[in-house]
DNA sequence: TCCCAAGTGGCACTCCGTGTCACTACTGTG
DNA sequence: CACAGTAGTGACACGGAGTGCCACTTGGGA
């Protein structure tokens, strides 16, 4: 029983990976819709089986999500970094703000892929799972740096609201093509502090 | 071609209603859990054909909301009568107060609907969907009341940001038997105004 | 050359959700 | 007491998602 390193190299080698998959149902997804595109199509359209495709992604509601849970890794590790005598709100909007950090030229393919999660009523529900995670990593942030539990009402609920901010700049942001991004998220921070401060 | 007022009197009369199947589904679950129960044990416990279910209901994730949509409509009017001097956010704290206050004696049952709702993985990504409707009625008031578009940044926000005052106070609610569910609702509220007045 | 580990994909199955359609149980009228 | 009109019911069949099973394939190592 000798434990390889590179376990890759081990027996049968992969015939796709996550990303061709993505890459090729993204297409079908734009052209003829969510709905309407069959898991059938997509492996077919990938040349796979079909009982592969589902070694590769849990369902097809997870499939425009992407790499995003290692995403995640990064906003975490990217929290931890934060300088400590920043105040806690401005912390998680700059990471925020980085995270949500489109790569150069790839702003349409977000857009088309921001468009697809938030537009389409199958995905937005599947949405709240990886939300849930999201909101974990804020949480835990907020949870340590004040010294309370990760399950404190008082960490819980900045996560929440952290994501409600993203989503509601998200919204408006796909709402108006010469929207940036950035500027949409510090919109929504501001009006929430306004609000609340009223 | 005559209208009659009273049209549930015509016709074959209805051999179930809604409550019914739901309280009949809500034991199933309780008991065997969600995933576990299928829809055809509803059915057969409820005394009706399974394609008479999905006529009272769009689909399985449905059942546990019951009656939430109309629920909507008494918020939007609480909102209305909202005293006009009153901060935006301070109407919004009563009317959200008022909305969740459990019928005396229904703490239990709404404890345990609760649970199902925030604890069962498709019922969390479905609930995603009546979330929009409420954030819908929120947006609304904020936007009437600030003059501003409801697909505003600013009123979209504030209904997010609810929803997850709402959501950590529940989350918090179901984690503590003992805890009472308006001074969590407070303490989330409370903690999201520190947390940003900073 | 043979063996083994990991990946592949076909098959059959369950369950959700939907379209169709004949049937049933009422009400009101002549 | 027919009879027509109306609304609700449920059986049947079908398509798509997701799963368990298992034989097969493709490489590396002994």
Chains 1, 2 share one sequence.
Request: cysteine-free; overall charge negative; charged content about 25%.
């Amino acid at each position: 029983m000798v434990r390889h390193e590179r376990g890759e190299m081990f027996g049968r080698p992969r015939s796709t990976t996550h990303e061709s998959i993505e890459s090729v149902a993204l297409d079908l997804f734009g052209r003829n819709g969510f709905e309407q595109t069959t898991v059938d199509d997509i492996a077919a359209a990938a040349g796979i089986g079909r009982r592969t495709l589902f070694r590769y992604f849990a369902s097809k509601n997870d499939i425009p999500w992407g790499r995003f849970s290692e995403g995640l890794a990064e906003l975490a590790r990217r929290l931890e970094e934060a300088p400590r005598d920043e105040p806690v709100w401005q912390a998680l909007h700059d990471a925020i703000l980085d995270f949500n950090a489109v790569p150069a030229g790839g702003e349409d393919q977000h857009r088309r892929r921001m468009r697809l999660l938030l537009g389409t009523p199958a995905l937005q529900a599947h949405s709240a799972l990886m939300y849930a995670e999201w909101r974990g990593v804020i949480a835990r942030f907020v949870a340590e740096r004040r010294g309370i539990a990760a399950d404190d009402v008082r960490a819980v609920v900045v996560g929440h609201a952290a994501l409600g901010v993203s989503l509601a700049a998200y919204e408006t942001w796909l709402a108006h093509d010469d929207a940036d991004l950035g500027e949409q998220l510090d919109a929504a921070l501001g009006a929430l502090r306004d609000h609340l401060a009223e």
